[in-house]
């Protein structure tokens, strides 16, 4: 359900304490691969266009599969024995890296490697962020659903502002990105803002490098 804030920064301005949270823009998704996202060249430009205005700014995450089933953990072998076709031992050594134009940006850009959904679990993302005094979090990538969700949720529960600009991120499946879509707007209207990427670069003008991450 979108209402007349739908396309606005409701808490003001983005400055210096804001880091772009550019989610799994990798080749494993955009080539034809068994989990191949078929409009993420569609969200690219856009997602191109904030990367290179804040270059320095901008923490690109990749997802890394596990090598193959016996060594993830838990559930995820049951997960990748499903998906076998996208452990490390199948697919080819440059799937898991970045898009070509993104990884130009690296550096300033700084890339996170995660194995789960969402950046929280391993490698402290949160405490090199807070460390620096970043507090905000404007978000693009993929999947819509999967991803960009345990990415977006566990901002908000770690306190962050969080933006999703809303034609920079994709999914696999039309019907759940829209579901999601409906759910960031109706239940967390007062720690989410969904804004397009022209919304979003008009509201953040101050580039402040910072220190790589470590």
Known sequence: MKTEKDDELRFGPLGRTTVHLCVDMQNLFARETDWHTPWMGRVLPQVERISRAHAAQTVFTRFIPARNAVQAHGAWQRYYERWS?????????????????????VPPAQVFD?????????????????????DTLVVTGGETDVCVLAAVLGAVDLGYRTILVTDAL?????ETHDAMMTLYRSRYGYQIETVSTDVMLEGWRQEHPWSDLS
């Open 170 to 174: 994709c999914s696999s499946s039309d």
């Open 85 to 105: 076709s996208m452990t490390l031992d199948q697919l080819d050594a440059d799937m898991a890296e970045l898009l070509p134009s993104l990884a130009e940006l």
């Open 114 to 134: 995660k194995t789960h959904y969402g950046p929280w679990l391993e490698g402290d993302l949160d405490g090199q962020l807070k460390t620096r005094g970043i």
